[in-house]
T-cell receptor, first 112, second 116 residues
């Protein structure tokens, strides 16, 4: 069965720390891997990754995909309280029933 | 603001009732997805429509149904509501169905359903 597993489930850090969030997957027909940030409302899109080894970067956030080892990481440097959120990873399964398969998320709390 | 709109924002109803949730996708997007999010289960994919046709089905109960209209807005109908149906219901839209670059799903603000 296709699945996406995120770790850790939850972490608490101080402002200024760097964090690494992990997403591993077992999906038969991989098309892309996406990261979303969810605060108290709807998930907002961060990155889409389709190729191994190519880093996507947006400000203090960056992400990379390893299609051989079947995982992705999301790095956040110099964390701020505004980074506190649930970070969701999803993999697009491109078989007959094309859909996103979601992880349960990593809850990040950044304390001042 | 993602450009995806959902109404209503909140809905409180009793068990056994039926409700309709509405979603308008981003301008130009042909795909609409419905998700249910509860505290203990994370985001659960329910169903997808593409240009008016059902495209993919997830964990959607038989008591739930959806459709996409010619103007591309979509409605999710939930009937014979149970306490366990209380959740956030999100709609997302994307340009197509490839799941590749340029086909990202953008989420609406959600409808919070409470069943009493």
């Amino acid at each position: 069965e296709d699945k996406v597993v995120q770790s850790p489930l939850s972490l608490v850090v101080h402002e200024g720390d760097t964090v690494t969030l992990n997403c591993s997957y077992e999906v038969t027909n991989f098309r892309s891997l996406l990261w979303y940030k969810q605060e108290k409302k709807a998930p907002t899109f961060l990155f889409m990754l389709t190729s191994s080894g190519i880093e996507k970067k947006s400000g203090r956030l960056s992400s990379i995909l390893d299609k051989k080892e079947l995982f992705s990481i999301l790095n956040i440097t110099a964390t701020q309280t505004g980074d506190s959120a649930i970070y969701l990873c999803a993999v697009f399964e491109a078989g007959n029933n094309r859909k996103l398969i979601w992880g349960l998320g990593t809850s990040l709390a950044v304390n001042p | 603001d993602s450009g995806v709109t959902q109404t209503p924002k909140h809905l409180i109803t009793a068990t056994g009732q039926r409700v309709t949730l509405r979603c308008s996708p981003r301008s130009g997007d042909l795909s609409v997805y419905w998700y249910q999010q509860s505290l203990d289960q994370g985001l659960q994919f329910l169903i997808q429509y593409y240009n008016g046709e059902e495209r993919a089905k997830g964990n959607i109960l038989e008591r739930f149904s959806a459709q996409q209209f010619p103007d591309l807005h979509s409605e999710l109908n939930l009937s014979s509501l149970e306490l366990g149906d209380s959740a956030l219901y999100f709609c997302a839209s994307s340009a197509g169905t490839s799941g590749g670059p340029g086909d990202t799903q953008y989420f609406g603000p959600g409808t919070r359903l409470t069943v009493l």
